[in-house]
């Protein structure tokens, strides 16, 4: 028994600790929405990911574009869409048109022809500038749950639920976890920077 208590005595000690396993998930899913907000960026390629979050209104009600319609990429600068049903053909066009994405729309009567245009050095530096604004959006998201972690460690100490020694632990795993974060946001934006500025 004594040896069972001391092995999850340690299990604890070396596991994650618990004020960072609360705040895992929103860690996570404010990564996950930096990745699907800067997936909409453009390119000079065409990219499918650059149509999520577009919704179209179909029969009455909004339904994402990849709920009706395939999408297919024919070439680096262009892709196709075509509807599963036929009739919504002008709904998706009208959906594409004030989505405003930069890219030319022609409507071929069964599919539609999504082409991109070459991107000039000023739109490259504009989307730059798009992407940098999201990322520092991202790192005050992470930065503000880290207050949050914090504070849970400091008042769990306050309550004496916790030691001093517990204290720094802990404040040290979220500070590691906090730049793991940090560094994944960074990793990601030198990649789609990397993606905006090739010719």
Known sequence: MGKALSLLVLIFKY????????KQEA??????????????????RANPSMLDGLTVDVYGSKTPLNGVA??????????????????????LEKALVEANLGVGIVNEGTRIRVSIPNMTEENRRDLVKKLNEKTEKTRINIRQIREEIKASIETAKED??????DKFRFLKEMDEEIKKRNDEVEDIRKKKEEDVLTI
């Open 27 to 44: 860690l996570v899913k404010t990564i996950e929405f930096f990745k699907k907000e800067i997936g909409t960026l453009r390119t000079g």
């Open 70 to 91: 395939n999408i297919t990429v024919n070439d680096a600068k262009s892709m196709s869409i075509t509807p599963w049903d036929k009739n919504v053909i002008k709904d």
């Open 160 to 165: 004496a639920s916790i030691s001093e020694d």
């Open 15 to 22: 596991s994650m600790n618990i004020y960072i396993q609360v």
